[in-house]
T-cell receptor, first 114, second 111 residues
Framework: EAQVTQNPRYLITVTGKKLTVTCSQNMNHEYMSWYRQDPGLGLRQIYYSMNVEVTDKGDVPEGYKVSRKEKRNFPLILESPSPNQTSLYFC?????????????FGPGTRLTVL | RKEVEQDPGPFNVPEGATVAFNCTYSNSASQSFFWYRQDCRKEPKLLMSVYSSGNEDGRFTAQLNRASQYISLLIRDSKLSDSATYLCVVNSPTGFQKLVFGTGTRLLVSP
């Protein structure tokens, strides 16, 4: 089954404790991205990747890091989480590099930073 | 001004009703338009792309008005299962193309 998976699905952590949210897709997509969704603000792009070893900042990259060492994986790293990073996070992938193709989203990771 | 604006709703309609949502976008150079559906705090899923000539998929009709920079979604014969948030999505042709998501319009269909 074609899918995007994310782990963990739910996470409660404390300020400053490094964490990684994993994202993996099995559709051989080149384009992957991370979004956060907050009430009243919609989905905002954090980082995106056009291919292996090619990543760039989206609209709200501060406090986040990403890596793309393999085509299928695109982990999101929070080196020192803060309460304002409490949010619902979605990973997405698509087959076209220009992102205008259908975006396939993972099930989301609900993060709470205390 | 937001790049993509939607009425947050909620739109409360009875089963069988016809309901329409509009969405406005600010960048006249945008070329790609979509409607995504999102059930409560779940992942968004593509409902339909929006083409210049308008397009229909079963009970759903999408239209694009480039002159006024808005897109619309019409749902006929609403079902209980149509209850969801509908996200208007537009590509932003500023440098590397990316997608800009509206905050969504919530639809509640009641028996």
């Amino acid at each position: 089954e074609a899918q995007v998976t994310q782990n963990p699905r739910y996470l409660i952590t404390v300020t400053g404790k490094k964490l990684t949210v994993t994202c993996s897709q099995n559709m051989n997509h080149e384009y992957m991205s991370w979004y956060r969704q907050d009430p009243g603000l919609g989905l905002r792009q954090i980082y995106y990747s056009m291919n292996v070893e090619v990543t760039d900042k989206g609209d709200v990259p501060e406090g986040y890091k990403v890596s793309r060492k393999e085509k299928r994986n695109f982990p999101l790293i929070l080196e020192s989480p803060s309460p304002n990073q409490t949010s619902l996070y979605f990973c997405a992938s698509s087959s076209r590099q220009d992102s205008t193709d259908t975006q396939y989203f993972g099930p989301g990771t609900r993060l709470t930073v205390l | 001004r937001k790049e993509v604006e939607q009425d947050p709703g909620p739109f409360n309609v009875p089963e069988g009703a016809t309901v329409a949502f509009n969405c406005t976008y600010s960048n006249s150079a945008s070329q790609s338009f979509f409607w995504y559906r999102q059930d409560c705090r779940k992942e968004p899923k593509l409902l339909m792309s929006v083409y210049s000539s308008g397009n229909e998929d079963g009970r759903f009709t999408a239209q694009l008005n480039r002159a006024s920079q808005y897109i619309s979604l019409l749902i006929r014969d609403s079902k209980l299962s149509d209850s969801a948030t509908y996200l208007c999505v537009v590509n932003s042709p500023t440098g590397f193309q990316k997608l800009v998501f509206g905050t969504g319009t919530r639809l509640l269909v009641s028996p």
